[in-house]
């Protein structure tokens, strides 16, 4: 059962710590930082990679996975959401960086829709072991 949940939430722990590897460069300025809202699009990306990949550990661990997937969601957009949170906190201690909320409602958009992606897939996969009448 270990290995199971090992499985499920190695993938958020290395997507968490990229994400927070990434807030703590000082100065940081996204590629193609003169193209209007750029950095919206990397907050939303990450955030949306980070919904995907929580919606899946949820789903494939055994304490959480026979949830039903509207809980599992929430639970997901609680966690992503708070996380964004303290991230934009983070960055207030990094020099030539700062918090923003247009930043963490990007991070939100990001992951609804990658939770909302694994939500659908995970909709798909049930669909498709139910048997056929």
């Given at each position: 059962m270990?290995?199971?949940r090992?499985?499920?939430?190695w993938?958020?722990a290395?997507w968490?710590?990229?994400i ?19 950095d919206k ?12 990949v929580?919606?899946?550990?949820c ?8 949830r ?5 969601l ?35 958009f990001?992951?609804?829709v990658?939770a909302s ?8 996969r049930?669909?498709?072991a139910?048997?056929?009448?």
């Amino acid at each position: 059962m270990k290995g199971s949940r090992l499985r499920a939430w190695w993938p958020v722990a290395l997507w968490v710590a990229v994400i927070a590897a990434g807030s703590s460069i000082p100065r940081l300025r996204p590629p193609l930082a003169y193209v209007v809202g750029i950095d919206k699009a990397a907050h939303f990306s990450e955030y949306a990679v980070l919904g995907f990949v929580l919606f899946r550990a949820c789903a494939l661990d055994p304490r959480l996975g026979r949830r039903s997937a509207r809980s599992v969601l929430a639970l997901v957009l609680l966690a992503a959401l708070a996380f964004g949170a303290l991230d934009e906190v983070h960055q207030l201690w990094i020099p030539g960086r700062m918090a923003s909320a247009f930043d963490w409602i990007a991070d939100a958009f990001g992951a609804i829709v990658g939770a909302s992606a694994g939500a659908l897939l995970r909709l798909r996969r049930f669909e498709q072991a139910a048997p056929r009448r």
